[in-house]
């Protein structure tokens, strides 16, 4: 069976994100000043071949730790679609 996973990975919340107050500074210009915060990461789908839903998130969790994210810098979330 093949499953549809979403793999989110945002900056941690400690650290700068200079994308998102470049962002900021660019919605703020164009008179936007009520958005208070912007933080910039990256969707990534997968589309995953296994026996179950545990199974393909186990897969995209292993994908995650090893390639997608950088666990000093970033976070990452999955969902099964």
Request: overall charge negative.
């Given at each position: 069976m093949t499953f549809s996973v979403q793999v989110k990975v945002m900056p941690l919340k400690e650290l700068l994100d200079p994308q998102g107050k470049a962002v900021m500074g660019g919605l703020g210009n164009l008179g936007l000043q009520a958005?208070?915060?912007?933080?910039?990461g990256k969707n990534i789908t997968l589309q995953v071949e296994a026996a179950s839903a545990d199974e393909a998130k186990s897969i995209a969790e292993e994908a995650a730790k090893k390639l997608l994210a950088n666990p000093v810098m970033?976070?990452?979330?999955?969902?099964?679609n």
């Amino acid at each position: 069976m093949t499953f549809s996973v979403q793999v989110k990975v945002m900056p941690l919340k400690e650290l700068l994100d200079p994308q998102g107050k470049a962002v900021m500074g660019g919605l703020g210009n164009l008179g936007l000043q009520a958005i208070q915060d912007v933080r910039i990461g990256k969707n990534i789908t997968l589309q995953v071949e296994a026996a179950s839903a545990d199974e393909a998130k186990s897969i995209a969790e292993e994908a995650a730790k090893k390639l997608l994210a950088n666990p000093v810098m970033e976070q990452y979330e999955i969902n099964i679609n």
